[in-house]
């Protein structure tokens, strides 16, 4: 779980922020992220991403901003000198597209990687998504479509480079 027991599951944890202010992901990480997501059918996961969510979407606007992760922490006493010299980067770590606010997907797509053993379980399914050809492989113009479909608009020269940086043969 995400939370330490005996706290109120509407409480960000410190820790679940420090977990993703070491994260680092590339371009290619984060759409792949933003799919899994989409594919979480955990009713629990779902649950308490939304409450944690919907806990730091102060304006109840369906997204979340810097500010308001300011506001959530500096509300329950956690708002520490070491944490807002880290609020930048946990905030980008959050906002995939870097938009400057961070929506639900992006969100859930980042509390998925304090998940391992379900980011495992998701990735076949993920690549199979991918490849839309079935031929085993992803190419560039496969991603653009797949997430062209979700309502992103990526550019093949972009998505390619982003491949790669990541395939090895």
């Known amino acids: 779980k995400w939370f ?42 779902q649950e308490e991403t939304e409450r944690l969510f919907s806990s730091l979407d102060v304006r109840q606007d369906g997204v979340v901003r810097k500010a308001e992760i300011d506001e959530v922490m500096t509300r329950h006493g956690n708002a520490t000198e070491q944490y807002r010299s880290h609020l930048d980067k946990i905030f980008a770590t959050l906002d995939l597209d870097e938009t400057g606010v961070v929506k639900y997907v992006e969100f ?5 990687t304090q998940q391992q053993a379900l980011m495992k379980n998701l990735l076949m399914p993920v690549f199979n998504h991918l490849d839309v050809n079935n031929n085993g492989t992803i190419s560039a113009r496969e991603v653009v479509t797949v997430f062209g479909e979700m309502g992103t608009d990526l550019n093949v020269d972009a998505v390619q480079s982003m491949i790669d940086e990541h395939d090895i043969d």
């Not at 599951?9 to 590339?26: A, D, K, Q, Y």
């Not at 859930?108 to 998925?112: F, R």
């Open 108 to 112: 859930q797509a980042a509390m998925l």
């Open 4 to 45: 330490e027991s005996g706290v109120a599951p509407t409480t960000p944890l410190p820790h679940v922020l420090e977990g993703l202010r070491r994260l680092r992901l590339g371009g290619l990480q984060k759409l792949v992220l933003q799919l899994m997501a989409t594919k979480v059918n955990d009713a629990s996961i």
